[in-house]
């Protein structure tokens, strides 16, 4: 990704790692605290793995629709760890912006996260993914492999009763690719030829 986004995207990279650095933010990858196991769905949750902030930018600038504003409206990271994708969001000019955090441990980091970095109008809910209420307005769903099979096609389903306009999915690591284009019929707008992530446009 380096040789794409060039020398510019270097810098703003080494920029953020060093603000976050002198801000004291925890954004570090971590394995799922053994208590989370005994929750529903905890046999079914990934490890807390970080997501480059610059990894939105980008990503952004190459699969945004041209014909609408994607940041009027919601983002929402589902499994959204410590916060980096939330902040990314925020500094992008999202008119709302959510996370939602499975575990305890990982939702007051992120909490903490956002108030060290000033974005106290970030919402952190500590709750299943599998029960989240999407907002009518979403416009970019962000995903590191959070979840298994069984919470990802209740994911769909919430997609399907409460969204009706266009928006993206950006799906790191997609390990359930496949209910995604089953249960959505979405179009690929872009994916890596490594397959290790792939972008989404729902109609």
């Not at 799922?32 to 980008?58: C, E, F, N, Q, W």
């Amino acid at each position: 990704m380096i040789q794409e986004e060039g020398v510019r995207g270097l810098f703003s990279r080494l920029y953020y790692r060093l603000k976050f650095r002198l801000a004291g933010v925890d954004f570090v990858s971590e394995e799922l605290p053994a208590d989370a196991r005994a929750l529903k769905h905890g046999g079914d949750a990934r490890p807390m793995v970080s997501t480059s902030v610059h990894l939105i930018y980008y990503l952004m600038t190459k699969t945004a629709p041209r014909d609408m504003d994607i940041t009027e409206g919601t983002f929402v990271d589902l499994g959204c760890g410590k916060g980096g994708p939330l902040y990314a969001a925020h500094k992008l000019g999202f008119q709302r912006v959510v996370g939602v955090e499975f575990t305890s441990r990982f939702y007051e980091i992120a909490c903490d996260n956002m108030k060290r970095l000033g974005a106290t109008d970030v919402e952190v809910r500590n709750g299943d993914a599998a029960d989240f209420q999407f907002p009518t307005d979403l416009r970019l769903l962000f995903m590191f492999n959070p979840f298994g099979e069984d919470v990802m096609r209740d994911v769909c389903l919430n997609l399907a009763q409460h969204v009706s306009n266009k928006y993206l999915i950006f799906y790191d690591f997609p390990m359930c690719r496949q209910i995604i284009e089953s249960e959505l019929a979405p179009r690929i707008v872009y994916e890596q030829p490594d397959g290790h992530l792939v972008v989404y446009e729902i109609n």
